[in-house]
Each structure stands twice: as structure tokens, then as C-alpha cells.
């Protein structure tokens, strides 16, 4: 008996045999056409274009400031870090060492604001709605 008859026949399919069943089914689906493919909508928007770069200032001073800053938030990180590293000042003082984190976060937005040749491009960037908010608020003068 051969496998195509063993596959028709009487005899009770057993798992295997049904699997086989749905991999000739499977190969015997239509494959689309090229008009089909063109008609078909994507599962998947293209990503929006990527911001150009931020193209660091020439003056040397606002660069020194900028690096400063980071230096600063770097210094301000590893004290947090340290202080993370003990639980019972983490339970507490955990609103303070959040209060550090963001502080932290700010002087990184700050640092980037100051040593970008397009400030305002700088600012729209930031993340920290907040922060954000505060740079671009008019004068009340």
C-alpha cells in the first residue's frame, strides 16, 4: 500500500497522517500574483524620517559650559547610584533619590541645549515635558 492510499483510506488517521493532509494543502495554495501584491495594503507604516542632527556650536566657552554640565550630571548619577545601594535609605529617602534622577535628566537637556549651534531645535527636542515648558514660556515682563 502506498502512502497516498494509506492517506485516503478507511484506516483511522492518526496525527501524523492529518499533518501530512494539511502540508499538501499547504503546498497546493495559489501563490499571489505581482497585480495582487501591488493591490495588498501593508501590514506596516514606514517609520517618519529621522531628525537631522544636532550640530554642536563653534564657541568654546558654551562647549566647556556644556561638558561641565554633563560632568555635573554624571557626578549627581553615581551619588544616586550609591545611595541606591543601600535599601534602608532607599525606603527612606526613595522621593528625594527619584528628585536626584531627574535633576540628573534635566542638566543632560540643559548640557545639550547649551552646546548646540541651534538652540531652539535643541529645546523642541527635549523629552521632559516640563523642563520643556519652561524654556519655551513667554516672558510675563
Known amino acids: 500500500m502506498d502512502e497516498g492510499s494509506a ?3 478507511s484506516k483511522p488517521k492518526s496525527f501524523w ?3 501530512a493532509m ?3 494543502a499547504h503546498n497546493a ?3 499571489w500574483t505581482e497585480e495582487e501584491k501591488r493591490e495588498r495594503k501593508p501590514l506596516r507604516r514606514e517609520p517618519p524620517p529621522a531628525p537631522p542632527p544636532l550640530v554642536a556650536t563653534d564657541d568654546q566657552l558654551r562647549l566647556r559650559l556644556a ?3 554633563d560632568y555635573a550630571r554624571r557626578m549627581l548619577g553615581a551619588m ?3 545611595l541606591c545601594g543601600d535599601p534602608a535609605i532607599v ?3 526613595g522621593n528625594a533619590l527619584q528628585a536626584v534622577d531627574i535633576v540628573g535628566q534635566m542638566l543632560g537637556h540643559i548640557a545639550t541645549v547649551v552646546q548646540c549651534s541651534d538652540q531652539q531645535m ?3 527636542r527635549i523629552g521632559m515635558c516640563d523642563l520643556k515648558a519652561r524654556l519655551k514660556r513667554r516672558s510675563v515682563v
Do not use: F, N
Open 80 to 82: 544616586g547610584d550609591e
Open 91 to 93: 525606603v527612606r529617602h
Open 29 to 31: 495554495r495559489p501563490t
Open 122 to 124: 535643541a529645546v523642541d
Open 17 to 19: 497522517d492529518d499533518a
Open 7 to 9: 492517506l485516503k483510506g
Open 67 to 69: 561638558e561641565e554640565l
Open 22 to 24: 494539511r502540508a499538501q
